[in-house]
């Protein structure tokens, strides 16, 4: 017979669910379920840090000490025909945004200023609801432009829902990562995006796994979901096993739908982080956009003590981010090595 | 320069409220409006700085603007 979660206590003098985490991901790697990723969420403040605690110790047994550091540059801003309410970038919506192309040259300057900061991964994404011909061309150019700059840095790319054929091309263009995030739980999405489904993205995310590019899927929290749903997005996140999760805590962008929504909480954003650490002890679990706002810079550093392995520095699409030297300071100040390039090959 | 509107809301500098541009969550803006005439601008963000066009003003980047230099 089981032991009921409240009466499991670990040699580690843990009692109930970060007992039960101890032994099920920390020692065998497997994930918490929906349940038990609830029951994290719902842990009191007075059990944060063992909480944060353990979700570290989980990303160094089945991670390693690592962090992987990214750069992002968007090279087509605004315009968007698509209605997801957090973003200031919809055509949809009063947001002063206007729209921008990014040109080679600009592009190729992002990729170097990313590669010198020791970063190994550089994103380029855009703001449409799949890539036309003339944006699937604006990325070959400016993937053959960085290379032809000697820049060995590993590409990856966000551009929205793609056709098989569009798949195909960008494993030819040696993308080797897709961003295509679920944003949230499946049952609170038709609440953030009315204009396409979160079975069109799914679909996307699959024919990018059997292509044999690795799958960056995450989302944005503080949309207004349940403690509920986060666990049900933390789940079905699991369920895809994506390569890594970038996770953003929102910020609410003028003019858009989620304009005087709060951002949430510090310490709900740890818990959060360190609840999707449990739920994906494998995965690599990005600081994006938003920590800047929602955790300051202790918070930042409490993150990277529990779960997080991997950062985005610099600025992001539309919003700033702190200075690229602070991040790769505290990575320093917390002895987590950067990932090597020659790791990544 | 002569700022005459504020880059966060494009609203006059001293007629109107302007304690949401001064919140916190407007240091991760870049400038969005001319702060000599107010129109939008086309900006670009990229992962060390970003640059702010007026189609009469002309450009303004992150380097002429130290204290919001990324």
Known sequence: MTAAPHQV???????????????????????????????????????????????????????????????????????CPEDCHFCSQSGLFPTPVRAAWLDIPGLVKAARETAETGATEFCIVAAVRGPDTRLMSQVRDGIKAIREDGNDIEIACSLGMLTQEQVDELVAMGVHRY??????????????????????????????????????CGGIV??????????????QLA???????????????????????????????????????????????????GRELTLGDLGAEQGMLGGINAIIVGNYLTNLGRPAQADLDMLNDLTMPIKALSDTI | ????????????????????????????????????????????????????????????TSRDDPAAAR
Not at chain 1, 27 to 56: K, T
């Open chain 1, 222 to 235: 503080g949309m207004g979901e349940t403690d509920e749903q986060r666990a049900e997005f933390a789940v």
């Open chain 1, 239 to 289: 369920e895809l096993e994506p390569h890594e999760v970038p996770m953003n805590f929102l910020i609410p962008q003028q003019g858009t739908p989620y304009e005087h929504l709060e951002t949430i909480e510090g310490p709900d954003a740890l818990r959060i982080v360190a609840a999707f650490r449990l739920a994906m002890p494998r995965t690599m679990l990005r600081f994006a956009g």
């Open chain 2, 1 to 60: 320069m002569t700022v005459m509107y504020c880059v966060h809301c494009g609203k006059g500098v001293a007629d109107a409220d302007h304690s949401r541009c001064a919140a916190p969550q407007s240091t991760l803006e870049p400038p969005r409006y001319c702060a000599q005439c107010a129109r939008r601008m086309i900006v670009q963000v990229t992962p060390s700085g970003w640059t702010a066009r007026c189609s009469r003003h002309g450009e303004t």
């Open chain 1, 9 to 79: 206590e670990s040699a580690a003098g843990e009692q109930g669910i970060l007992a039960v985490a101890r032994e099920q991901v920390l020692e065998r790697g497997v994930g918490l379920s929906r349940e038990q990723v609830l029951e994290v969420l719902r842990l009191p403040s007075g059990q944060l840090q063992d909480l944060l605690a353990l979700a570290h110790e989980v990303r160094m047994r089945w991670c390693g000490p690592e962090v992987e550091v990214e750069g992002i540059v968007s090279v087509k801003t605004g315009g």
């Open chain 1, 179 to 216: 961003n295509h995030n679920l944003e949230t739980a499946r049952s609170n999405f038709p609440n953030v995006v009315t204009t396409h489904s979160w079975e069109e993205r799914w679909d996307t995310l699959q024919m990018v796994k059997d292509a044999g590019m690795e799958v960056c």
